[in-house]
T-cell receptor, first 116, second 115 residues
Framework: AQSVAQPEDQVNVAEGNPLTVKCTYSVSGNPYLFWYVQYPNRGLQFLLK??????LVKGSYGFEAEFNKSQTSFHLKKPSALVSDSALYFC??????????????FGGGTRLMVKP | GAVVSQHPSRVICKSGTSVKIECRSL??????MFWYRQFPKQSLMLMAT?????????EQGVEKDKFLINHASLTLSTLTVTSAHPEDSSFYIC???????????FGDGTRLSIL
């Protein structure tokens, strides 16, 4: 079985400061990892993914994430936060070794609040 | 890029009404689509996997007779909430894609409010 944990319900940062949104995962095989962002009353927008290769993945809107196999983590980061980054962020995993097809398992979500 | 269109975006109706929500993949074919339910300030809960040309696969605890899924073509899946009641009020989101290591693409969701 696969699972994802986002330990923080909310992260508060000041505009211009770096931000980190944490994610840890558990899978039986190798993971496909994704970050999505959700704005109010909207669906999810894809930010970035890790499949294989470099552990540091760069994505949309200046976001990046680092895959750490030993810590089973995939934290989302951005060097300088913008007020417009305020949204709900979801980490998701798909087990490459599983038989669940394309099904994703989502973390509980982290609300990012960037204050001016 | 790949786009998933979900319609309607909002429905307000009386208790006992059946509501149909459509999910379309606009520029790619999707043999599999997913339907999620999201409660306020919570994560997405997978309800069912919609399979083109065959029966949907429902997650544990989801009533298949309550939430009817039809995936009649490679670009369209529908979710019908039958005889909806206030407890069915929620935000419903569909997604498609994910083949060949690509990310799933999500519709913009449907906010269902049952009075």
């Amino acid at each position: 079985a696969q699972s994802v944990a986002q330990p923080e319900d909310q992260v508060n940062v000041a505009e211009g400061n770096p931000l980190t949104v944490k994610c840890t995962y558990s899978v039986s095989g190798n993971p496909y990892l994704f970050w999505y962002v959700q704005y109010p009353n909207r669906g999810l927008q894809f930010l970035l993914k890790y499949i294989t290769g470099d552990n540091l993945v760069k994505g949309s809107y200046g976001f990046e994430a680092e895959f750490n196999k030993s810590q089973t983590s995939f934290h989302l980061k951005k060097p300088s936060a913008l007020v417009s980054d305020s949204a709900l962020y979801f980490c998701a995993v798909r087990d490459m070794g599983g038989n669940a097809g394309n099904m994703l398992t989502f973390g509980g979500g982290t609300r990012l609040m960037v204050k001016p | 890029g790949a786009v998933v269109s979900q319609h309607p975006s909002r429905v307000i109706c009386k208790s006992g009404t059946s509501v149909k929500i459509e999910c379309r993949s606009l520029d790619f074919q999707a043999t599999t689509m997913f339907w999620y339910r999201q409660f306020p300030k919570q994560s997405l809960m997978l309800m069912a996997t919609s399979n083109e040309g065959s029966k949907a696969t429902y997650e544990q605890g989801v009533e298949k007779d309550k939430f009817l899924i039809n995936h009649a073509s490679l670009t369209l899946s529908t979710l019908t909430v039958t005889s909806a009641h206030p407890e069915d009020s929620s935000f419903y989101i569909c997604s498609a894609g994910g083949d060949n290591n690509q990310p799933q693409h999500f519709g913009d969701g449907t906010r269902l409010s049952i009075l």
